[in-house]
């Protein structure tokens, strides 16, 4: 098992920056990839960035592309999401989650998940 924890996140205007990390606790050596999610109210949850545990590119949603930046701290077994450009369309529950097994949009291709941090970006 993999235990997500998730901190960062709150309330921000429209163009401020805001970190959100995720630390991996358990077996961490089966993770493949971390990603990020995100649910706003009423909407499906849906992909925003992805990263391998241990090397290769990034991978990033078109509507975030530019402004967010997802990276790993090997050492600390963490994920970061650097939100940068905010917009009020950010506003969401988002979520870290790690897979086993690929690096992929899709949520079914994860295995943990965090329990979600609010973001709310006012314009």
């Known amino acids: 098992q993999v235990q997500l924890v998730q901190s960062g996140g709150g309330l921000v205007q429209a163009g401020d920056s805001l970190r959100l990390s995720c630390a991996a606790s358990g077996r961490t050596f089966t993770i493949y990839a971390m990603g990020w999610f995100r649910q706003a109210p009423g909407k499906e949850r849906e992909f925003v960035a992805a990263?391998?545990?241990?090397?290769?590119?990034?991978d990033y949603a078109t509507s975030v592309k530019g402004r967010f930046t997802i990276s790993r701290d090997s050492a600390k077994n963490t994920v970061y999401l650097q939100m940068n450009s905010l917009k009020s369309e950010d506003t969401a529950v988002y979520y870290c989650?790690?897979?086993?097994?690929?690096?992929?949009?899709?949520?079914?291709?994860?295995?943990?998940w965090g329990q979600g941090t609010q973001v709310t970006v006012s314009s």
């Open positions: 990263i391998r545990w241990s090397v290769g590119s990034p």
């Open positions: 989650a790690a897979a086993r097994r690929s690096m992929g949009r899709s949520r079914a291709e994860y295995d943990y």
